[in-house]
């Protein structure tokens, strides 16, 4: 029997991830070389793009990893890993992170791309507190800030939900306020 048709039976012809069946193919998981029922998973067209292209991910296309982690089958395991590190500024996916569990051989599988390793220049934001800031966490501002540009002031105390980070900055964050959306200096929030 053929790994593609293997693949087929052990996955009921849907992607291994998403659970879609259409325009599925085997894809080598790196950086094994073996194309074997062990080193291979079947996947849709788009789970293989946003793999290939990091670029093109769509954080809630790969909600459908919250399933995927618990798969026994290690090639599953490695691919959910990678791909949620590859995500973890969106918040949800460190949570993910937090729950799976793998075996040491395929934990060292799953970092032998590179993937999951601290990246030493990476931004990161922390409140004045120094706690760390995601992409999606409410904040609290902690002192009256005059909004530049705008006769607003936006009052010590107010909420700010679902915040996202500048990529290029540590002390710049975005949320709306009064239904508008402003950039707010990190020293003058505390995360709630």
């Avoid at 959910?80 to 973890?88: C, D, I, M, V, Y």
């Avoid at 590179?114 to 507190?129: C, F, L």
């Avoid at 120094?130 to 501002?141: Q, T």
Wanted: glycine share 6%; charged share 30%.
């Amino acid at each position: 029997m053929s790994v593609e048709r293997e693949l087929q039976k052990r996955s009921n012809s849907k992607c291994e991830l998403c659970q879609i069946d259409e325009r599925l193919s085997m894809y080598l998981v790196a950086p094994r070389s073996e194309r074997n029922l062990e080193n291979c998973v079947y996947l849709c067209s788009n789970c293989t793009g946003q793999i290939e292209d990091p670029k093109t991910m769509d954080a809630n296309h790969w909600r459908c990893l919250n399933d995927s982690i618990w798969s026994t089958i290690p090639a599953i395991q490695v691919l959910s890993w990678r791909l949620l590190h590859r995500l973890r500024s969106e918040g949800w996916p460190q949570d993910l992170l937090d729950m799976m569990y793998m075996e040491d051989e395929t934990f060292e599988w799953a970092k032998e791309t590179g993937e999951g390793e601290k990246d030493e220049n990476a931004v990161i934001h922390r409140d004045s507190n120094g706690v760390i800031l995601k992409a999606g966490d409410s904040v609290v501002l902690i002192k009256d800030l005059k909004v530049k540009g705008s006769s607003m002031i936006a009052k010590q105390g107010t909420a700010v939900r679902r915040i996202s980070l500048d990529h290029d900055n540590a002390e710049y964050i975005e949320g709306k306020v009064d239904g508008i959306n402003i950039v707010i200096i990190t020293q003058y929030v505390k995360k709630l």
